[in-house]
């Protein structure tokens, strides 16, 4: 992606009464908070931030939701590719948010100056709730409270037709910042893993429709794990709806892996690239000489709680049997000796020794394939 050492960052001001983007009036930090966005009515060659009120909660308190929205030229809005970048959606997955605020600051210096064909509509945090409980599900007061995990009820439902708050709140996600695809043509979610395990950069991609396995591919992640992905989640229910789109999971939660976040980010350069949204546009090379492809997961559990000592990393090849681990008691008793499986790679490694009885504490990939 070709660069420049411009600084430049236009906010959208108050559009006029013709505008499809709807504006409240209200500003937060400076920038105008909206209740739906239309990309067509932004001006061409402009970065802007908004705030999207996704919800209420109890009390009337707004869950405000930040989005950037890269418009290129005029004649991209139609010749162009719309691309989602999106990260956080479980809030103790925090690798994602410095990738999409990395790719809009190198898009600041590009945008202004007509480097960009397309539209770029960029999510660093879709579940803020989560983020502020500092852990992975959304929150909701009702009662004594429900946790609700955002990433298996997309895209969401209205209140009048029955949902609950987080689903009103998936709902106006689709529905108000994606327009229900209108803004969008080809995604990415960005994750980690949940809080307590370690694993490496990997895809989760749904080969059936055509684009996801470029799209996959284009990451040259360490794993693409190849399958039809999770019922109400950003990735499938964009699948679904014919639009290529990938999960990139960034390594552990909780813990900033430079590594890994410079490298979702390298791919998002190679991406836009590959969609020809640069000037310097030219055809990708890919190189999966590092990356296993794998069909399948086969999950280790264990039968005692105590703690968990393992014996194997993310990306270590295993034999079926093979000696992966052991939980003993605060006596220092071998409770258990865990065993791999399956002959594959591993995958993820839990990291927090303290284990309950029947928590799954490793993955190993198998099958791998070709395709």
Same mark, same amino acid.
């Given at each position: 992606?070709?660069?420049?050492?411009?600084?430049?960052?236009?906010?959208? @001001?108050?559009?006029?009464?013709? $505008?499809?983007?709807?504006?409240?009036?209200?500003?937060?930090?400076?920038?105008?908070?909206?209740?739906?966005?239309?990309?067509?009515?932004?001006?061409?060659?402009?970065?802007?931030?908004?705030?999207? &009120?996704? $919800?209420?909660?109890?009390?009337?308190?707004?869950?405000? *939701?930040?989005?950037?929205? $890269?418009?290129?030229?005029?004649?991209?809005?139609?010749?162009?590719?719309?691309?989602?970048?999106?990260?956080?959606?479980? /809030?103790? #997955?925090?690798?994602? !948010?410095?990738?999409? @605020?990395?790719?809009?600051?190198? =898009?600041?210096?590009?945008?202004?100056?007509?480097?960009?064909?397309?539209?770029?509509?960029?999510?660093?945090? =879709?579940?803020?709730?989560?983020?502020?409980?500092?852990?992975?599900?959304?929150?909701?007061?009702?009662?004594?409270?429900? +946790?609700?995990?955002?990433?298996?009820?997309?895209?969401?439902?209205?209140? #009048?037709? /029955?949902?609950?708050?987080?689903?009103?709140?998936?709902?106006?996600?689709?529905?108000?910042? +994606?327009?229900?695809?209108?803004?969008?043509?080809?995604? *990415?979610?960005?994750?980690?893993?949940?809080?307590?395990?370690?694993?490496? %950069? +990997? $895809?989760?991609?749904?080969?059936?429709?055509?684009?996801?396995?470029?799209?996959?591919? =284009?990451?040259?992640?360490?794993? !693409?794990k190849i399958d039809p992905g999770e019922p109400g989640s950003v990735e499938t229910t964009f699948v679904k709806n014919g639009v290529p789109a990938i999960t990139l999971e960034i390594g552990p939660a909780?813990?900033?892996?430079?590594?890994?976040?410079?490298?979702?980010?390298?791919?998002?350069?190679?991406? %836009?690239?590959?969609?020809?949204?640069?000037? &310097?546009?030219?055809?990708?090379?890919?190189?999966?000489?590092?990356?296993?492809?794998?069909?399948?997961?086969?999950?280790?559990?264990?039968?005692?709680?105590?703690?968990?000592?393992?014996?194997?990393?993310?990306?270590?090849?295993?034999? #079926?049997?093979?000696?992966?681990?052991?939980?003993?008691?605060?006596?220092?008793?071998? %409770?258990?000796?865990?065993?791999?499986?399956?002959?594959?790679?591993?995958?993820?490694?839990?990291?927090?020794?303290?284990?309950?009885?029947?928590? /799954?504490?490793?993955?190993? =990939?198998?099958?791998?394939? &070709?395709?």
């Open positions: 992606m070709k660069l420049r050492h411009a600084a430049v960052l236009a906010t959208v @001001g108050i559009a006029g009464a013709a $505008a499809k983007t709807v504006y409240t009036g209200d500003t937060l930090s400076g920038y105008p908070v909206i209740s739906a966005l239309d990309i067509t009515d932004l001006p061409a060659n402009t970065i802007s931030r908004f705030w999207i &009120s996704a $919800a209420q909660a109890q009390g009337g308190t707004n869950w405000f *939701v930040p989005v950037f929205v $890269a418009r290129g030229t005029n004649e991209s809005l139609h010749s162009g590719r719309k691309l989602s970048l999106s990260a956080s959606i479980h /809030g103790d #997955e925090l690798n994602g !948010i410095p990738v999409v @605020g990395r790719v809009f600051k190198a =898009l600041n210096e590009t945008v202004p100056e007509g480097g960009l064909n397309g539209t770029i509509v960029g999510i660093p945090t =879709l579940n803020p709730n989560g983020n502020i409980f500092n852990q992975r599900n959304f929150f909701s007061s009702s009662s004594n409270g429900f +946790w609700t995990n955002l990433n298996r009820v997309m895209p969401g439902e209205t209140v #009048e037709d /029955g949902g609950a708050i987080a689903n009103a709140y998936a709902y106006n996600i689709w529905n108000q910042v +994606w327009e229900n695809l209108s803004n969008i043509d080809i995604a *990415v979610d960005f994750h980690t893993l949940s809080t307590g395990s370690n694993g490496p %950069l +990997w $895809a989760y991609a749904d080969y059936r429709l055509p684009g996801v396995g470029r799209l996959a591919e =284009l990451a040259q992640p360490d794993v !693409i909780k813990t900033w892996n430079q590594t890994l976040i410079s490298r979702a980010e390298a791919f998002v350069y190679r991406l %836009l690239d590959d969609l020809s949204m640069t000037e &310097s546009a030219t055809p990708v090379d890919v190189d999966l000489s590092q990356t296993y492809k794998a069909t399948n997961i086969s999950s280790v559990s264990v039968t005692y709680s105590g703690f968990a000592q393992f014996d194997v990393v993310p990306l270590q090849d295993v034999e #079926e049997g093979q000696v992966v681990g052991t939980v003993f008691n605060a006596w220092g008793d071998v %409770l258990e000796t865990l065993t791999a499986p399956v002959s594959g790679r591993v995958l993820t490694v839990r990291v927090d020794p303290a284990v309950e009885m029947g928590a /799954g504490v490793l993955d190993v =990939l198998y099958n791998a394939t &070709s395709t």
